[in-house]
C-alpha cells in the first residue's frame, strides 16, 4: 500500500529548490535577502539581475516560480519590470522588495498585477510571503501530511 504522505514521483518531504528572478542593482541588498531565504530554510536557487537587458535574458530562461525586484534601479524601473513579467511569464508571482515608496506606488503596483509589496528590511513579512508563495506553488497535492 502507497505512503499517503509521500508526495507523487518524491520522497516525503523532498521538494524541488524555489527558483527565484532577483531585479537588483544593490548586491549588498541582494545578499542580505539570499541569506535571510536561506536561514529561514527556503531552498532556492537565484538567479539575480540588475539591468533591463540581463531581466528580459532571464525571463526567456525556464520558467520561475517567483521574482523578486527593487522598485528603482538606474535606467529601468520596476513596474516596467512588472509589464514585462505579465507578458512573458504570466501566472509568475512578482513582489516588490524596495527600500522607499509612497502608498500610492504601492496601491499603483498592486492593482497593475503585483502580487504584494514588501520593504527591505522587513525580512520577516518576505518571509512570510516567501512561505505562502512556496506553499501556494506546490499545490496540495505534494503538502506532507504530517
Known amino acids: 500500500m502507497p ?64 521574482i523578486l525586484s527593487d522598485s528603482s534601479l538606474p535606467a529601468f524601473d520596476g513596474l516596467s519590470a512588472l509589464v514585462m513579467a505579465l507578458e512573458k511569464s504570466p501566472g509568475t508571482p512578482f513582489v516588490f522588495v524596495t527600500g522607499h515608496t509612497s502608498e500610492e506606488a504601492v496601491e499603483r503596483a498592486l492593482s497593475q498585477g503585483a502580487t504584494d509589496y514588501v520593504f527591505k528590511g522587513d525580512f520577516p513579512r518576505l518571509m512570510r510571503v516567501v512561505q505562502q508563495i512556496r506553499g501556494g506553488a506546490e499545490g496540495d497535492a505534494n503538502r506532507q501530511i504530517v
Do not use: M
Open 3 to 66: 505512503n499517503r504522505s509521500t508526495p507523487p514521483g518524491g520522497e516525503c518531504g523532498a521538494r524541488p529548490p524555489l527558483r527565484i528572478l532577483h531585479l537588483e542593482d544593490d548586491s549588498t541588498d541582494a545578499e542580505l535577502i539570499q541569506i535571510q531565504l536561506r536561514r529561514n530554510g527556503i531552498d532556492c536557487r537565484i538567479v539575480r539581475v540588475a539591468t533591463r537587458a540581463a531581466y528580459e535574458a532571464a525571463l526567456r530562461r525556464p520558467a520561475f516560480d517567483l
